[in-house]
């Protein structure tokens, strides 16, 4: 276990190195930097840019800024961006809380649909209902997350039943606690049933053809000759075992927990990390962005370590040995 | 053992191979509704695609300045001697309220449709008065029209796309996946970082790389390159597992003992076992290139005005207040959702065809 840990946290650390560094690569193609936009404007003296480039250290080659970077890094320090002139750790996690709430609020209601909706279509194979309900599944599956989002601000707009987009009211700021927190609800209902409806309908299939697959095992048909129950067999035998891949979803969830949608955050107007990236890469403002990528990145790896972790603790089939040999 | 030879039917004997044709026929009479409607949905945006000049009933670029963000216009039947000018009609636009780019139809004038029509498949008589069968944009321009132009990008990315990165892909994955040890140790790995990119933002990052002033063609072509890179590394490490697993084949070690070269053996035998799971993975992956092209043009990166494409026909629609007043800003989102759908049942019907092994 112990040599398992390790070798996975040394495999991290070139595999770090390289996203890092790519993405550092690409923001240094991209004609241009954080000043060009500057330079345009006759207000702005050339030495104040020539200032403001030595003061970011844009002027220096692209090794010695990545090294630079890096070196900050190990301080724990990611930086000051460009276009807020705030700690980047502190922007990052300013909006990090909206991004986590979203994603945890889509995942509870994908979750809660998929998994009993793909335990009862399986139960009933070939039914009419399975039929009906794993088409519109597949449907659901093809209809673009943020076309969903287009059609969420369209109902929202025609019923007035749901605010038009944005995290909070602008009178949020005057609002009491309660009522604050109503107001965050209420503009969170429509983004997480969008975003929890796109991933919805993959879990149900997943969990719908796990189910069949374990329903056809020979331990089944044990538990079957011996006598238990239908409902018990469905309980303790299939639905214990088809539930692992969900465990190793669960770890990769951990990832998606900060990335966010950026487009769902765009066209909802969302004021979360998605929306904030989105910005900065089309801004490149490099130590936002290469802020966002490390902490993506990191997460990332952990949530896979985790979900493999968790793997073995509850597959008796998997262990660490056949694990490190992958 | 008998000594005696064993019988080789003659070829008289075999049945006729069957003709292309018979053979299509035979796969549409064996395949589910889905997938038949994939079919016929794929063949009328592919053809959108390639006859756009001849299918879309007016210019894309034509801006008819009077008729801003006019609304669909309802089709009549013509009756009795009126059929002389065409079966169909409509009644043309006039604003109402300038300010709210209110219409409604004026009901003094009649606009006649015609089939085959100055080489169109169908357009009003007279081009000054158009039949806007999916409304206008915000200048005046046919929505149907453009929607048919931009067929071309979204249909074509995807195929363009996937051909590049598989290529790249079956061709790394193999060589990697045959040789084994260290070679295959450091490709690997470079796909392991590949694939860990954060591939939104990254796609993002590069595609502000290409310069706006270029022609849509060559944009099309270098999202197509961006997307395409990003997209290799994952479906060369599958196919590196497959060839890891026929590297001890017999059908490979056959070819090792008749003294094959390590390159003819990886052409000749390994690469082509794994066509049929790349062409599955590769019509599964398609959605992929549209979705991504639609991303970058919605957020006003991809696809340029005044050229179409599906995704920056849709972002007229990121502003709330033209889904409020003119809905129909959100039909291109129709378009390609039914052209990724109408992908993912294709690839899960050949899924099904192809490999019942891994058939959910």
């Known amino acids: 276990m112990l040599r398992f840990l390790i070798r996975r946290l040394l495999l991290m650390i070139p595999l770090i190195l390289g996203i890092t560094f790519i993405s550092f690569c690409a923001m240094s193609l991209v004609p241009g930097n954080f000043l060009t936009g500057l330079k345009m404007n006759p207000h702005i003296s050339p030495e104040v840019i020539g200032q403001m480039e030595a003061e970011f250290g844009l002027d220096r080659p692209l090794l010695v800024r990545y090294f630079r970077w890096l070196w900050e890094v190990l301080h724990l320090n990611l930086g000051v961006s460009l276009a807020y002139r705030v700690d980047v750790t502190g922007l990052i996690a300013s909006r990090a809380l909206n991004t986590a709430i979203l994603s945890l609020a889509s995942m509870l209601f994908s979750w809660a649909l998929a998994i009993p909706i793909g335990i009862i279509v399986a139960v009933r194979q070939n039914s009419i209902l399975d039929r009906v309900l794993s088409f519109v599944s597949f449907l659901g599956m093809s209809v673009p997350a943020f076309f969903l989002a287009f059609l969420a601000m369209d109902f929202a707009l025609r019923t007035g039943w749901f605010p038009v987009g944005g995290s909070f009211s602008p009178d949020y700021a005057d609002l009491d606690m309660w009522n604050g927190l109503a107001d965050r609800v209420n503009h969170l209902i429509l983004p997480a049933a969008v975003l929890g409806l796109a991933g919805m309908a993959s879990l149900m299939r997943l969990m719908r053809s796990q189910i069949l697959e374990i329903k056809g095992a020979e331990f089944v048909r044990t538990a079957r000759a011996k006598g238990l129950p239908e409902r018990l067999v469905i309980y303790k035998h299939v639905l214990r075992n088809a539930l692992n891949p969900f465990v190793t979803m669960a770890g990769y969830a951990l990832a998606d927990l900060l990335s966010g949608a950026a487009l769902v955050e765009a066209v909802m107007n969302l004021q979360g990390l998605g929306l904030l990236l989105l910005n900065a890469v089309r801004s490149l403002d490099v130590p936002l962005v290469m802020g966002s990528v490390l902490m993506g990145t990191v997460l990332l790896l952990v949530g896979n370590l985790l979900a493999d972790l968790a793997l073995v603790a509850v597959d008796p089939r998997v262990d660490f040995a056949t694990m490190a040999s992958q | ?360």
Not at chain 2, 144 to 165: C, D, E, K, Q, T
Not at chain 2, 213 to 230: E, H
Not at chain 2, 262 to 287: C, D, K
């Open chain 2, 1 to 360: 053992m008998s000594a005696l030879p064993r019988p080789t039917p003659a070829f008289a004997d075999a049945p006729p191979r069957p003709t292309v044709a018979a053979r299509i026929a035979d796969e549409w009479r064996g395949a589910q509704w889905p997938a038949r409607v994939s079919v016929i949905v794929l063949v009328i945006f592919y053809l959108f695609a390639i006859a756009s000049p001849v299918i879309a009933p007016y210019d894309p670029a034509y801006q008819y300045r009077n008729l801003p963000d006019c609304p669909p216009m309802r089709l009549h039947l013509s009756s009795g001697a009126e059929r002389a000018n065409g079966l169909f009609f409509a009644y043309p636009m006039k604003i109402a309220d300038p300010l709210a780019r209110r219409f409604v139809e004026d009901r003094s004038r009649k606009t006649y449709l015609r089939f085959f029509h100055r080489g169109h498949l169908f357009t009003t008589a007279d081009p000054n008065l158009p039949w806007f069968m999916l409304g206008s944009e915000g200048l005046g321009r046919d929505l149907f029209s453009r929607i048919v132009y931009g067929a071309r990008v979204s249909m074509f990315i995807g195929l363009v796309g996937v051909l590049i990165s598989f290529s790249l892909g079956i061709f790394v994955g193999a060589f990697s996946g045959y040789m084994g040890g260290w070679i295959d140790n450091l490709i690997m790995r470079w796909c392991e970082i590949e694939m860990s990119l954060p591939q939104f933002y990254f796609l993002l990052a590069l595609a502000a790389v290409i310069p706006s002033g270029l022609s849509p063609v060559v944009t099309f072509f270098m999202i197509v390159a961006i997307m395409s890179f990003i997209g290799w590394a994952g479906f060369a490490r599958v196919i590196r597992g497959m060839a890891a697993a026929v590297r001890s084949a017999p059908f490979v070690e056959a070819g090792r003992a008749l003294g094959g070269s390590r390159i003819r053996i990886l052409g000749r035998h390994v690469i082509p076992s794994m066509l049929g799971f790349a062409a599955i993975n590769a019509s599964l992956s398609i959605p992929g290139y549209i979705l991504g092209e639609s991303a970058l043009s919605l957020l006003g990166l991809g696809i340029q005005e005044p050229a179409a494409s599906w995704g920056n026909l849709l972002s007229q629609a990121m502003d709330p207040q033209n889904i409020e007043h003119y809905p129909w800003v959100l039909i291109p989102g129709l378009f390609i959702s039914a052209a990724v759908m109408a992908f993912n049942f294709l690839g899960d019907h050949l899924r099904d065809r192809l490999a019942p092994g891994n058939a959910r």
